[in-house]
């Protein structure tokens, strides 16, 4: 136990220093249980394949530059997707979160569309658009669009209204209370929408990429999946998990400390 | 008017409903949009009519819900006790919150390549999906509930005689529920989605199957009768149960404040 103890309080006092790997340690174990186990035999190698195999099918897919592209198919759809979706939700969910008659009359029509989920729009959308880029593209916007609209439209709600009827009564227009007040105010919530999004968006494009299935890490993973290649499947999982936690970290953990902190009226 | 609130509530959620079934009908007679492109009203009832009547909408959505109701029910009875005891010890859980982290993050659809590889096409390769889904997101919620209930609460508990059992049941659990009932939402959420693509990809009966199938007979009614289950159940399944259980554990042992 003596050793094991003192294994410990080196990685906590390391891991105060540098809070980096923290994020990164816990995964070794993982990583040597993984190949503890493909290396038994348990299972047929081809079903399970361990971490060097993967590590292997990384370097060939980057040198053959499939990867690199599909990445940045992927990315591009999601970032596109993600925009759009931002810029029609968020005026559309003030307005919903502003005007009552708006509200009574949209909200439970979104919660409606919400509840249908992007998904359950392909088979019609293929139908319309084809096995095209304009389908894959609009199955994000629209997972994104809902979180985004909700959050917002609860945000602008939740701006206490004697800070509305303060800026109005100091003598601020309409305009200005909306852009001054209830954004801000709403800016947490907004976060928040973009987080859900992001995370529903992220799924969606993936199970666009294997139906619609042109390029893509999805597409990636289920083409190995037809050529019965594990091992690419478990490179595009680990990439996608990856591509995530930067994406969490890098973008969304920033910015939501900085309007948390600087606008913070609601606590997480 | 006032006498019946709930009524006068329902009525009001459903009205702007009621309203787009007009404008639906409205739009299509307008503009002569063709059948193969959306369809209208009458021929979206006929399709649910005759689906009802042959019992197929009842078989695909019986083994959607089916699936549904295994994978979920499996993931919660292990996540819980999983996640409570990782989040017992603080070192514990800061050490496994990333790794739980990660692998909520790919938890439901990314899995279905490599699910329909293992187990095949069909119930197991689905209801896996739907078993990830919701038992990286609760577990991880269930980790994170536990750990942010204040030391000194567990301490005093402690203090004052609490056995591990109490310790668990007064303690422990109640404290996480919200984060646990919160987590339970989410998953179903994205186990929900996984479903739908999953029976797309993966089986031969389901609501996604149904779907899949209607598109390749360019059936858009078919295609509109099942977004509309889909989003009827969903919406039945997430406002009257899953919210209101939510709502129901924040208010009684809500420790976090909602968001």
Do not use: C
Request: aromatic share 12%.
């Amino acid at each position: 136990m003596k050793p094991l103890l003192k294994l410990w309080s080196l990685y906590a006092r390391v891991s105060a220093r540098f809070p980096a790997i923290r994020s990164i340690v816990p995964f070794i174990p993982v990583v040597v249980l993984w190949a503890a186990v493909a290396e038994s035999g348990m299972f047929p190698r081809a079903f399970f394949p361990g971490p060097l195999e993967v590590v292997h099918s990384f370097g060939t897919l980057v040198y053959k530059g499939i990867l690199p592209d599909y990445l940045e198919d992927s990315i591009v759809r999601l970032a596109v997707g993600t925009a759009a979706g931002m810029a029609l939700g968020i005026p559309l969910g003030v307005l919903v979160g502003l005007n009552q008659r708006a509200h009574a009359l949209l909200w439970p029509v979104l919660l409606f569309f919400q509840a249908i989920g992007d998904i359950a729009w392909l088979p019609i959308l293929l139908i319309w658009f084809g096995f095209s880029l304009t389908t894959m593209t609009f199955v994000i916007v629209y997972t994104v669009l809902f979180p985004v609209v909700l959050n917002t439209a609860l945000g602008v709600r939740s701006v206490p209204l004697e800070l509305h009827r303060a800026a109005r009564s100091l003598g601020a227009s309409r305009a200005r209370t909306v852009w001054e007040v209830m954004l801000p105010g709403a800016l947490p919530n907004i976060m928040t929408g973009l987080r859900n999004g992001l995370g529903y968006g992220w799924r969606a494009l993936i199970a666009a990429e294997i139906i619609v299935g042109t390029s893509g890490i999805g597409f990636l993973m289920f083409d190995a999946r037809r050529a019965g290649s594990v091992v690419e499947i478990l490179l595009g999982m680990i990439v996608l998990g990856l591509l995530w936690y930067m994406v969490d970290a890098w973008v969304l953990a920033p910015i939501e400390r900085a309007t948390g902190q600087r606008w913070g009226l609601v606590t997480r | 008017m006032l006498r019946f609130p709930r009524l006068w509530a329902a009525l009001k959620f459903v009205a702007p409903l009621a309203l787009l079934l007009v404008l639906w009908e409205v739009l299509i007679r307008a503009f002569g949009v063709g059948s193969r492109v959306f369809p209208d009203v009458a021929s979206v009832a006929r399709a649910g009519l005759e689906s009802l009547q042959d019992g197929s909408l009842l078989s695909h959505t019986g083994a959607s819900l089916g699936r549904v109701a295994v994978g979920t029910l499996l993931a919660i009875v292990i996540s819980i006790p999983l996640g409570v005891a990782m989040g017992v010890s603080p070192a514990v859980s800061s050490f496994l919150t990333p790794l739980f982290r990660f692998f909520s993050v790919l938890a439901g659809i990314a899995w279905i390549p490599i699910a329909t590889l293992w187990f095949g096409y069909g119930f197991g390769a689905i209801t896996f999906v739907i078993f990830n889904a919701v038992f990286f997101v609760v577990t991880y919620n269930t980790l994170l509930g536990v750990a942010s209930i204040p030391l000194p609460l567990r301490h005093a508990a402690a203090s004052l005689g609490a056995g591990k059992w109490r310790m668990l049941t007064e303690v422990l659990l109640p404290g996480a529920l919200p984060n646990i009932v919160t987590g339970i939402r989410t998953g179903m959420g994205f186990a929900w989605r996984g479903l739908i693509a999953a029976e797309m990809i993966a089986t031969n009966v389901g609501l996604g199957y149904m779907l899949f199938l209607a598109r390749d007979f360019y059936r858009t009614e078919v295609i509109v009768f099942g977004m509309v289950v889909i989003g009827t159940l969903w919406l039945l399944l997430d406002r009257l149960l899953l919210a209101p259980l939510e709502r129901a554990t924040i208010e009684r042992w809500g420790m976090v404040r909602r968001a």
